[in-house]
Nanobody, 127 residues
Framework: QLQLVESGGGLVQPGGSLRLSCSASREILDYYVITWFRQAPGKEREGISCISRSDDTRVIYAESVQGRFRASRDFVKKTVYLQMNNLKPEDTAIYYC???????????????????WGQGTQVTVSS
């Protein structure tokens, strides 16, 4: 089953933390690059973190989230996580996970490469 399901969004105060989950099949975890995207109202969709497939540990982060967000994966739970710390109002967006069966590289932050997307989960950072 080639399907992605995001969860974990919600309302959080500035400076707070939130962890998003992306449930994926083992097939996806084994062979696909999995990336978190976000889209704020009126803005383009932004690739914020890419995690390499299978036993490759490489991760790419967008400058906007570098040092604050951390992506990880759990092959047993079949889940990719996005731990978001020190959240800012500008982090408010719908967050999506996406996957592509392609070798890891800088392409991964570009939405045009992805054909498999989750439904999105809303993150709102506000006091």
């Amino acid at each position: 089953q080639l399907q992605l399901v995001e969860s974990g969004g919600g309302l959080v105060q500035p400076g707070g933390s939130l962890r998003l989950s992306c449930s994926a099949s083992r097939e996806i975890l084994d062979y696909y690059v999995i990336t978190w995207f976000r889209q704020a109202p009126g803005k383009e969709r932004e690739g914020i973190s890419c995690i390499s497939r299978s036993d490759d540990t490489r991760v790419i982060y967008a400058e906007s989230v570098q040092g604050r967000f951390r992506a990880s994966r759990d092959f047993v739970k079949k889940t990719v996580y996005l731990q978001m710390n020190n959240l800012k109002p500008e982090d408010t967006a719908i967050y999506y996970c996406a996957a592509e069966r392609r070798g890891f590289g800088d392409w991964c932050t570009q939405e045009g490469y992805y054909g498999l997307w989750g439904q999105g989960t809303q993150v709102t950072v506000s006091s």
